[in-house]
């Protein structure tokens, strides 16, 4: 396959994400059904877009990757306050209606973060200490955008330290604060990345999210990787067949 029939095919993948999108309310509404990480097998439990055929996280093989030129990740933040909730399955930052992505000339609205322990993507059948989620979503679509950053033992990261310092004493009920974060001084300057179709990694598992898995890790502390642990110590849904989808990576 030539490099044109590859972007070609990228496109095509792209277009289906619009048409088989996830909904804002898909990531931010309160459980109707409770669920857990210890019995992930959420399609029995009511969700029954869990056992859908392009389903995440996956174990991204980087011996079968498609290389390839790939779009750039134009990531447009600025600083904010923070409005943070334990939602009883993670630590999660809201959005202020101000940063957003720009990918393939489309834009997508920033509306949250959070985090997992351990990684709930693989690199060549290896998980990292965590992994961070950066959701957006296009408004006029609604179809979903999500970058994932492995996180690994390292320095202490002054973001991270603002978002667990601010950790809620009370679950399920977001918290404004006066501490401001600017997501810039998180990102790696190398957003080179894995992509694929896959689905939200939570009930409902809503199928059609566009996940970018940037191959430049950031780094936390191994303090800070603790305390987060010593609230979650298992949010990593386990990784979903490939099945036949394609796994591209962007290699300049």
């Not at 095509?12 to 669920?35: F, N, Q, R, Y």
């Not at 093989?61 to 390839?68: G, H, L, Y």
Request: aromatic content about 10%.
């Amino acid at each position: 396959m030539n490099q044109f029939s590859i972007i070609k095919v990228f496109i095509i993948m792209l277009a289906i994400a619009v048409g088989s999108c996830s909904k804002t309310e898909d990531i931010v509404k309160p459980d109707v059904i409770h669920w857990n990480y210890e019995h992930p097998d959420w399609q029995t439990q009511g969700f029954s877009e869990c056992a859908g055929p392009i389903q995440s996280p996956v174990d991204i093989q980087t011996n079968s990757t498609i290389k390839v030129d790939l779009p750039n990740l134009d990531f447009n933040y600025s600083a904010f306050p923070i409005k943070i909730i334990d939602n009883g399955h993670t630590l999660q930052v809201n959005n202020n209606g101000t940063n957003r992505v720009v990918y393939n000339k489309k834009t997508y609205d920033f509306k949250q973060f959070h985090f997992h322990y351990h990684s709930e993507h693989l690199l060549d059948g290896v998980a990292s200490d965590m992994e961070l989620h950066l959701v957006h979503q296009d408004p006029s679509s609604g179809a979903l955008l999500v970058v994932g950053y492995f996180l690994k033992k390292g320095v202490a990261n002054s973001l991270f330290e603002s978002v667990l310092s601010n950790w809620p004493k009370q679950k399920e009920t977001e918290v404004s604060t006066t501490t401001s974060i600017d997501l810039n001084s998180l990102l790696p300057s190398d957003n080179r990345y894995y992509t694929y179709m896959g689905s939200l990694t939570t009930p409902p598992c809503s199928q059609g999210v566009m996940f970018f898995i940037v191959k430049t890790p950031i780094e936390v502390s191994s303090a800070q990787i603790d305390q987060f642990k010593a609230h979650y110590d298992h949010n990593a849904r386990p990784v979903q067949p490939l099945n036949s989808r394609l796994l591209y990576e962007d290699i300049l």
